[in-house]
Structures are given as C-alpha cells and as structure tokens.
C-alpha cells in the first residue's frame, strides 16, 4: 500500500492505475489498482513465490552480479544479448488470463535453499542456461543472451498486466512504484507499448519511496487532506552554502578559484574535455543524480564513457551514461516526446544523432534520458545551455557523483575525498573551483 500511494498521491493524475511490482511485501509481490481523488482501491495481487524481483535478482546473482543492487547492472548488459534464452524464460513465467503469472518452480530454490553453491537455481536451470558464472570470470556472449532474455520476459510480463488493467479499468494514466519500477528499459516499453496514454515513476520507486507513501497516505488518505503536491523534482536533501562550502576548503587547505558565473566555466572546462564533480544546491531524493550531486563529462566525444568508467567509476566497461538534455531540446535528439526528470526512461537515439552524442548512445543505440527544466534546476540547465552554445550540442554525461559501491557524495567534504580519491579533473562547489594539477592528471 505504501508503494502504491507513493507513486499515485504525488503523480499529476486525479485517477490512475497503480502497480507495484518488486520482490515482495506483506507476502504479495505485485499489487495493482486504482487510485481516485485520495483514495486507493486495491484490487489485485501476486503472492510470493511468483515474483519478478526475485527472479531478476536471481538471474543477476547467476550471472555473476551477487551484491544486492546490481540488477541495473544486467539492464545494461542486456542491451549487447540477443534473446536466445526467451524460450526457456517463456517456460519459467507462464503469462495467465486474469493478467496475472506464474513461476515454475522447477527453475527456483529462492524459497528454500538461497544459502547453497546454486544459489537461488536449481539443477534444471542449470541444466537449461548453463552453470553460474563466477564474479570476475569474463562475460561471454551467452551471458549477454541471457541477460537480454531476462529484460525481454520481464518486459513482456509486466506489458500483460498493464494490458489486462486498461481493458479492465479504461483508465488512461499508469502509475508504477516497486524496485522493478526503476527498470528504465521496462518503464519505457509500458509507455511505448501499452495501451494507457501517460505513465508516471516517482524517482524513489525502491522501498525508500515507501517513506514518502506512508506520509502522503496519512495526509491525503486517512486525515482527508486536499491532494496539493505533485513530485516534479527530485531535489529535496541537505544543501550547504558558499560560506560552508569555503570553510571546508579552508580546512582542507585547498587552493581554489571563485567564479560568478559557474555554470558557464563549468560548460568550458567540459568542452576542454575535463571531467567534474558537479556539488551544488539541494542532494537528490533517490538513487539518480540529477544534476546536483553529478560527475559532468562531454557527451560527444566518443572515449569519454571508457575514461569516465575506468579512470572515475571505477566499474564494468559495458556499463552505459545518461544524457540529460534541455528539456526543449530532446525531441531534436531523441524518440522521446514526454518529459523524464527522473532519468528513469530509456528512448531511442534518433539515429543520425547517435555519432553526435557517442558518450551516451549504448551499443543498442538507446539511452537513458534526463530532461532538465529549467523552472526546477536552473543552474544546471545553464551549465548544458552554455554546454550547447559552445559546442553546438545541449547535452552532457551525467552519473553519480560517487566510486561504484558507495553511496552519492552528499556533503563537501565527501565531495572532496571522492574528487581526490578518483580520476576526476575539477571539482567544483558552490561557486568554487578546485583543480588538480597537470601533473596529477
């Protein structure tokens, strides 16, 4: 229930279908209905063990991905498989008529015996996909195949719910919570595919996103408040001022320069090819960074995404970035006609634009897009609009201002050990520029 009020009760939409689909909760690990006004009728659910999030964090650990998180990993690696294994996925998950599914539990121990050499597999998944691969031992093709098998299934499954909910319900809006809602490839599938006309992921679709249900639910539901907040950003952690932000610099004893007009140095020194850690206003709320706490790089050069994740991420190679792009400028690059703030859609790059923006292109020509407004982050949309004058381009690269397996900086002075701890060039903070010198890079 918290899910589900944590993507309706701050979406724009006076009705909605809502679905949460994660590993499970309160023993159900799909929950479908229909929110109205302030209220939530569930009417819907699948029970454990017949859960999506089980399986692909099952197949993420087969494949060799065993920390709890990396199922984004398998996204991207799916984008390089071809669906060879849909077959025996299709033999896994039988789709039924009441738009709901079924696991064989031939495949799965998940219920039983997580703790054995298998893990979560039994000897007839083995037998039909191949043994786990091992953390560290080289990805080979099949590995890609039956990643790409996995997306393809979870998407085909979630597509036959949100299909069998609009012919039941007729409503035309979609809102989707649950870990499973940050797969971006799925997210956009529903909105390309099925037959509602708007679908909408709050940016904190995980359990944390619980916090924010179970608060507008007392409000709106229970206390019978008036809906009045429509999550259309995502900027709502701690922020720190100049005066703070230089105190720490001072500490540190670190040389830096004060610019008034950041945002236009910031675009230069990414058009020079530098690569920034971007700390400025309010952290974001969930796991993407959106502008404020980012690792800026130049999308159209087309090493940057091996420099970014060898030298600065610190991470598997196949691994793609995001653009985030001028909110009015994303129809001229990408098969994308609706806003995504929250970078959890992945689109088309329209094909004469891919050798433009190669940093972010995937191997599968897609991408995962942030539009930046310039209403809610306007510091941003000036380093990119700056960005686009200089270079003829408004987009940049944009992850996560963070070494893989840590958490996003969120004060300076993590801002600062990640910056020296890491290939990035300049850091820059408030109005503050640090840079490392030409012979340390």
């Known amino acids: 229930l918290a899910h589900l009020a944590s993507a309706y009760l701050v979406s724009p939409y006076k009705e909605a279908v809502v679905v949460s689909v994660d590993g499970f909760g309160d023993f159900a690990s799909v929950a479908c209905g229909v929110g109205c006004d302030a209220n939530i009728r569930i009417d819907d659910k699948v029970y454990f063990p017949h859960s999506l999030g089980i399986f692909y964090q099952a197949l993420t650990q087969y494949l060799g991905l065993p920390s709890y998180g990396d199922e984004y990993k398998v996204m991207g690696l799916a984008s390089y498989g071809k669906p060879t294994y849909l077959d025996v996925f299709q033999d896994m998950i039988t789709l039924l008529p009441d738009g709901g599914y079924r696991m064989n539990s031939d495949y799965f121990t998940y219920w039983a015996s997580a703790g054995s050499k298998e893990g979560f597999m039994s000897k007839k998944f083995i037998d039909a996909c191949g043994p786990i691969r091992i953390k560290d031992q080289e990805i080979e093709e099949k590995h890609m195949d039956i990643a790409a098998s996995l997306q393809k299934i979870l998407e085909d499954t979630t597509l036959h719910i949100a299909d069998y909910l609009y012919k039941k319900t007729e409503v035309k809006n979609l809102c989707i919570a649950g870990g499973v809602g940050l797969n971006c490839s799925m997210n956009y599938r529903l909105l390309k595919d099925s037959p509602f006309e708007s679908v909408f992921v709050q940016p904190s679709a995980h359990d944390a996103g619980t916090s924010l249900g179970a608060a507008y639910y007392i409000y709106n539901t229970i206390l019978r408040n008036n809906r009045n907040f429509v999550i259309k950003h995502a900027y709502w952690g701690p922020e720190y001022s100049n005066e703070e932000i230089k105190a720490e610099l001072d500490l540190d004893k670190l040389k830096y320069t004060h610019h008034e007009d950041i945002a236009k140095k910031c675009a230069e020194l990414i058009n020079d090819g530098k690569i920034i850690g971007w700390f400025q206003g309010r952290a974001e709320w969930g796991p993407r960074a959106l502008g404020n706490r980012s690792i800026l790089a130049n999308a159209t050069r087309d090493d940057m995404q091996d420099i970014v994740n060898k030298y600065v991420k610190h991470r598997e190679d196949f691994r793609p970035f995001a653009p985030a792009v001028l909110k009015e400028s994303s129809g ?110």
């Open 332 to 441: 001229d690059f990408f098969d994308f006609d609706h806003e995504s703030p929250f970078m959890l859609f992945i689109c088309d790059v329209k094909p004469e634009k891919r050798k433009l923006i190669p940093a972010v292109t995937h191997t599968d020509g897609t991408a995962r897009v942030q539009t930046v407004d310039s209403q809610y982050n306007k510091l941003f949309y000036d380093v990119i609009k700056n960005f686009g004058e200089i270079s003829g381009i408004p987009i940049v690269l944009n992850t996560s201002f963070n070494v893989a397996g840590e958490p996003v900086v969120t004060t300076p002075k993590e801002a600062i050990r990640c910056f020296f701890s890491t290939g990035i060039d300049c850091l820059i903070m408030g109005n503050y520029l640090i840079e490392k010198d030409d012979s340390i890079t």
